[in-house]
Nanobody, 123 residues
Framework: VQLQASGGGLVQAGGSLRLSCVAS????????MGWFRQAPGKEREFVAA????????YYADSVKGRFTLSRDNAKSTMYLQMNSLKPEDTAVYYC?????????????????WGQGTLVTVSS
């Protein structure tokens, strides 16, 4: 599967962005999908994940209540709505497909990755 992430940009603190991840190739709808981010000099960290049906979502504590993850299997697309952005949210955001249908916060559990989209939040 190929994943294409988009929607990043420069925004002031308190602002919003919506990231999209479009999948092509193998079946999208059967897998857990997730977002990770990596800030300069830091390890890649889990942001959010969503089950294949969209019925369950999981968030890192740092983004809970501010970010909302959704998916449209008919469009093979996943969306990350990011509100109340903070400077510490600045990072390259990567979408990823889990190797199966089991939710995981570990990047090792994901076997397909998009190219990343840069989010910069100014103070």
């Amino acid at each position: 599967v190929q994943l294409q992430a988009s929607g990043g940009g420069l925004v002031q603190a308190g602002g919003s962005l919506r990231l999209s991840c479009v999948a092509s190739g193998r079946t999208f709808s059967w897998y857990v999908m997730g977002w990770f981010r990596q800030a300069p000099g830091k390890e890649r960290e889990f942001v959010a994940a969503i089950t294949w049906s969209g019925g369950s979502t999981y968030y890192a504590d740092s983004v809970k209540g501010r970010f909302t993850l959704s998916r449209d299997n008919a469009k093979s697309t996943m969306y990350l709505q990011m509100n109340s952005l903070k400077p510490e949210d600045t990072a390259v955001y990567y979408c990823a497909r889990n190797s199966g249908s089991v939710y995981s916060t570990n990047p090792a559990g994901y076997n397909s990755w998009g190219q990343g989209t840069l989010v910069t939040v100014s103070s």
